[in-house]
């Protein structure tokens, strides 16, 4: 079992920066994997922000993040981050990492086996 913990989230302005970590445990992540962001915005379908393919460090992102939103890894702690950069209104909700334990399709949240419990991201305008 792989266990993923969420945090950085919280309020900012629009054009602000947050950092949002994932730790993983349970399991030392493997080149197989592959981990991903999503986000769930209130009376939205979650959606793809962009994931990371764990052999050769490949990322991947949304059209919406692209540009702004960089995705990283730290081997010796099994930890994800999501960096967001000028932030945007339309980018407030929850936001989750996921884990795939076989990379190989990225963009769609039922290829991926684990999931964290998320953490809310809310930016003002």
């Known amino acids: 079992q792989v266990q993923l913990v969420e945090s950085g989230g919280g309020l900012v302005q629009a054009g602000g920066s947050l950092r949002l970590s994932c730790a993983a445990s349970?399991?030392?992540?493997?080149?197989?994997?592959?981990m991903g962001w999503f986000r769930r915005a209130p009376g939205k379908e979650r959606e793809f922000v962009g994931a990371?393919?764990?052999?050769?460090?490949?990322?991947y992102y949304a059209d919406s993040v692209k540009g702004r939103f960089t995705i990283s890894r730290d081997n010796a702690k099994n930890t994800v981050y999501l960096q967001m950069n000028s932030l945007k209104p339309e980018d407030t909700a929850v936001y989750y990492c996921?884990?795939?334990?076989?990379?190989?399709?990225?963009?769609?949240?039922?290829?991926?086996?684990?999931w964290g419990q998320g953490t809310q991201v809310t930016v003002s305008s």
């Open positions: 996921a884990l795939q334990q076989y990379a190989s399709s990225y963009y769609r949240d039922s290829e991926y086996d684990y």
């Open positions: 349970g399991r030392t992540v493997s080149n197989n994997y592959a």
């Open positions: 990371l393919r764990w052999f050769d460090s490949n990322t």
